[in-house]
């Protein structure tokens, strides 16, 4: 099971990015999707999150700018970055939680992307 992000790189303040991330292998329950970001010195935090049944939750600071998406048939989330500043600064992973069967009882376990730099300069 891998996720691959693709996206990222250098943009100025005010423009728009476009980030996506692919999950390839065996899923049993594929449940939330999402992004967190990590800004350097700062610690990784939760920038938007989306449900298999498209509920959506986003950091207070990206909200109206950022839009988040997910096909679940194909295993994809994108994050559509809009008006961007130099705080969004960082690089951004994606995430997916699965919730498996196993010994009579649910699990649930998380895989992670390997990450992709943003970078909001002029």
């Known amino acids: 099971v891998q996720l691959q992000a693709s996206g990222g790189g250098l943009v100025q303040p005010g423009g728009s990015l476009r980030l996506s991330c692919a999950a390839s292998?065996?899923?049993?329950?594929?449940?939330?999707m999402g992004w967190y970001r990590q800004a350097p010195g700062k610690q990784r935090e939760l920038v938007a999150s989306?449900?298999?049944?498209?509920?959506?939750k986003y950091e207070d600071s990206v909200k109206g700018r950022f839009t988040i998406s997910r096909h679940n048939l194909k295993n994809t989330v994108s994050l559509r970055m809009n008006s961007v500043k130099p705080e969004d600064t960082g690089v951004y992973y994606c995430y997916a939680d699965e919730v498996y069967y196993e010994d009579g009882y649910y699990h649930m376990r998380d895989y992670w992307g390997q990450g992709t730099l943003v970078t909001v300069s002029s």
């Open positions: 989306i449900s298999s049944l498209g509920e959506t």
């Open positions: 292998g065996v899923f049993f329950n594929i449940k939330d």
